[in-house]
């Protein structure tokens, strides 16, 4: 087999793996949203489809949007129309790539993974814009200028509440920062680690910035659906549609995984260093835990969804720039600090 | 004569450290209460498999006791909306029923025509769901059997 012939080989293979495991995932989580959000006001959320709980529900879903007529206004931008729900979901897809699920079990292990899915969700937000923009409808442009406005607000706090662990582990590898975090039997998590206290002041940060990058609650101001319709995604229907929301719980899950690498020791649980490096047991348990972790962060974004209202575009510019910014500041300038402190020790 | 202006609250000064502190202290507490929510019982009902209890006083669908019922017309008359009909024949004492009907698409649920009914055998029920895909069939027949008398049970 030529080499090039290779490479197309493995870019398919892995393209059907994430994109299986995302659809699984984003099904689960948005039969997950709903459960939680019924249990939050003492409903039950789905429980006729599929049997037990409603399982079944995200499939039925996705069946429906599926079959749904696809619309395009006459007076809409067809080129940013159609290509919107495209980047978003490409990039939703592309931030898969570099996440370390389980020693080894990574599509690539890019040096720089942290920044590449910075600039991705980077680039999501110009999806969100260019398909307000090519709507033909207000309520979208509202939606569009209002992410606009947003947007930098948050992707700085969010950046440089990356920098922390990125000083500690010397690495923007997601891989390579999980490894430095295997000590002590899997739990030297840098939640748990000589830098404990910078991590637990720059978490808080990086959380609250991707709540804000995800568009989630209470910084769905571009959706808004109880003033703006549905906000930027207000004129897309069936598939479309459902790119849309596939980009949002994708982006939960990626902003959870990041959280959970960098902090919370991404695939290491106790007991790691018991099982032999590169068995199958590992590996599974591995896996498990790093999707447990991820997925206990999504539910905090579905849990402060259900409870923190929505705030004014005026008050997340003043989050943004007031509060988020010159925290995150100060918070990279105590973590080099605290660095250097741990240099003067160790030496 | 004007109103007297409420007074005015005084403005909130603002320290930066305290706003963060006290947003942190809300959020929380917020956080706190829908995680106890979390944990209770929901208040909902299972409906299609649950059947909620309905109290005897509801106003739902008619019941004629047709034995007692006289044909005086005094019900259909009561309704604001006439949307009961009813027709027989009388044999001296007798009632020969044709139809008595109730037309539940204008109903409105007003028990304007229990009130009058001298022999009190005209009542509203506890049954409340009436479900089709033909409005003809909200045309509710409340007879039980037609003609001169009850045939017995064979
Ligand atoms: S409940 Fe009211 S509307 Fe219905 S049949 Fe009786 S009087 Fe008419
Ligand atoms: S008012 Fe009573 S007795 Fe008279 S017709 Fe109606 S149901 Fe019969």
Known sequence: MPGWLLTVWAAVVAMVVVFTFLTIMVMFSVWMERKVAGFIQHRVGPMR???????????????????????????????????????????????????????????????????LILALASVTTIGVIMAGWGSYNKWSVYGAMREAAQVASYEIPLALSLIPPILHYGTFSLATATEAQAGWGGMQWYVFSSAAPVAWLSFPLFFIAALAENKRAPFDLPEAESELVAGFHTEYTGIRFSFFFLEEYAAMFVMGAVGAALWFGGWNFPG?????PGSALLQVLALFAFVAKAMALVFVMMWVRWTVPRLRIDQVMTLGYKYLTPLSMAVVLIAAFWEFGLHLIQD | MALPTPPREPARRHHYLGDILSTIHSTAKGM?????????????????????????????????????????????????????????????????????????????????????????????????????????DF????????????????
């Open chain 2, 32 to 136: 706190a209460l829908t995680m106890r929510y979390l944990w209770r019982k929901p208040v909902t009902m299972d409906y299609p498999k649950e059947k909620p209890v309905i109290d005897q006083r509801y106003r739902g669908i008619h019941v004629l006791d047709q034995q007692l019922c006289i044909y005086c017309d005094l019900c259909a008359k009561a309704c604001p909306v006439d949307c009961i009909e009813m027709d027989a024949v009388r044999h001296g004492k007798e009632i020969e029923w044709k139809a008595f009907t109730l037309d539940y698409q204008k109903c409105m649920f007003c028990e304007l025509c229990v009130y009058p009914c001298p022999k009190d055998c005209f009542i509203q029920g506890t049954e409340y769901s009436m479900v089709s895909e033909d409005r003809n």
């Open chain 2, 139 to 154: 045309v509710h027949d409340l007879l039980t059997w037609k003609g001169l008398r009850e045939e017995e049970p064979s």
């Open chain 1, 272 to 276: 790691i260093h018991l099982l032999e």
């Open chain 1, 49 to 115: 489809a599929g049997g037990f709980h409603g399982w079944a529900q995200s499939i039925a879903d996705s069946i429906k949007l599926l079959f749904k007529e696809d619309l395009i206004l006459i007076g809409a931008d067809r080129k940013l129309f159609q290509i919107a729900p495209a980047l978003v979901m490409a990039t939703a897809t592309a931030m898969f790539v570099v996440l370390p699920f389980a020693p080894g079990w990574q599509v690539a292990d890019a040096d720089l993974g942290v920044f």
